[in-house]
C-alpha cells in the first residue's frame, strides 16, 4: 500500500469511527464550476470527500404520507451530526498541510430549485456511493436512499472511486407513494416544481418547520440486513 493509499484508508478509518455509514472520494473537476462557491474555492479543490449516515428505521416507521414532528428533529440533528463530522475531518486534514473546505449538509441556497453551495448528491454519485434513483435522491445499494450526506471539499492528491451504474432496475415503490406524483418510471422526469410545491403545503400546514417530507425515503430501503446482537 503506497502513501496516498494509506491516506485514503485512514481517512476511512477515522470517519468511520466518527460515525460515517458511507465514504468515498470524488473527482470533481468536471462539476466544480456548476458549485455555487467563491472562484477562489472552485479553482483551489478538485477532490470531495462525501461521506453518508443512515437513518434511523423506526423514526421513518413513524411516516405515513406526509413528515412527522419525529423525522423532522431527526433529520436536523442527523445534519448537526454530519456537519460536526465534516467539521473534525476538516480539521484533521488541514493539520496534515492540505486544504478542506466542508460543506453544510442542509444549507439549501435555492429551495425552489434545490440547489445548495454543492450538490452533495452529485459528489456522492461521484464518489460512488450510489445513483441517482427515480426519486431524485442517492440510492445506495445497501440503505437505499436512508441516509444524508455531507461534502468536504480538499486539495489532497488522493485517488478518487468509481461511479455507479443506475441501479433501481424494475423497482418503482417511491412512484406508488409520492404524495403529488412528482417521480416518474425515467429519473430525468422528475417535476422538481411538483415536489417543491408539495413540500411547501407540508411547512404551511405546520407539519414541519422546513421544506422536508421523507416518503420516498421511507419506500427506498435498500437491502440493509437486520442485525440478530449488538
Same mark, same amino acid.
Given at each position: 500500500m503506497n502513501k496516498l493509499e494509506k491516506t485514503k484508508s485512514g481517512l476511512e478509518s477515522y470517519s468511520r469511527e466518527l460515525g460515517a455509514s458511507l465514504f468515498g472520494i470524488a473527482d470533481i473537476s468536471a462539476v466544480r464550476d456548476?458549485?455555487?462557491? !467563491?472562484?477562489?474555492?472552485?479553482?483551489?479543490?478538485? %477532490?470531495?470527500?462525501?461521506?453518508?449516515?443512515?437513518?434511523? $428505521?423506526?423514526?421513518? $416507521? $413513524?411516516?405515513?404520507?406526509?413528515?412527522?414532528?419525529?423525522?423532522?428533529?431527526?433529520? %436536523?440533528?442527523?445534519?448537526?451530526?454530519?456537519?460536526?463530522?465534516?467539521?473534525?475531518?476538516?480539521? %484533521?486534514?488541514? *493539520?496534515?498541510?492540505?486544504? !478542506?473546505?466542508?460543506?453544510?449538509a442542509s444549507q439549501v441556497i435555492d429551495?425552489?430549485?434545490?440547489? !445548495?453551495?454543492?450538490?452533495?448528491?452529485?459528489?456522492?454519485?461521484l464518489a460512488g456511493l450510489g445513483w441517482i434513483g427515480r426519486n431524485n435522491l442517492l440510492v445506495n445499494r445497501e440503505f437505499g436512499a436512508r441516509f444524508?450526506?455531507?461534502t468536504i471539499l480538499t486539495?489532497?492528491?488522493?485517488?478518487?472511486d468509481k461511479p455507479m451504474?443506475? *441501479? #433501481? *432496475?424494475? #423497482?418503482?415503490? #417511491?412512484? !406508488?407513494?409520492?404524495?403529488?406524483?412528482?417521480?416518474?418510471?425515467?429519473?430525468?422526469?422528475?417535476d422538481h416544481l411538483g415536489c417543491y410545491e408539495k413540500l411547501k403545503e407540508f411547512r404551511n400546514r405546520g407539519l414541519v418547520g422546513q421544506f422536508i417530507c421523507g416518503v420516498c425515503v421511507k419506500a427506498c430501503c435498500g437491502k440493509a440486513k437486520r442485525l440478530e446482537t449488538f
Open positions: 456548476e458549485f455555487r462557491l !467563491a472562484e477562489k474555492f472552485i479553482k483551489r479543490f478538485d %477532490r470531495a470527500i462525501s461521506l453518508g449516515v443512515r437513518l434511523v $428505521d423506526s423514526v421513518l $416507521d $413513524d411516516i405515513e404520507d406526509a413528515p412527522t414532528p419525529l423525522y423532522y428533529h431527526h433529520y %436536523r440533528q442527523l445534519n448537526f451530526f454530519l456537519d460536526r463530522m465534516a467539521f473534525q475531518i476538516s480539521s %484533521r486534514i488541514q *493539520g496534515s498541510g492540505f486544504g !478542506a473546505l466542508p460543506i453544510p429551495w425552489k430549485n434545490q440547489q !445548495a453551495h454543492v450538490p452533495h448528491k452529485k459528489v456522492g454519485e444524508r450526506l455531507v486539495d489532497l492528491p488522493i485517488d478518487p451504474p443506475f *441501479g #433501481c *432496475g424494475s #423497482c418503482q415503490r #417511491c412512484l !406508488a407513494v409520492c404524495p403529488v406524483g412528482a417521480i416518474r418510471e425515467e429519473q430525468r422526469d422528475f
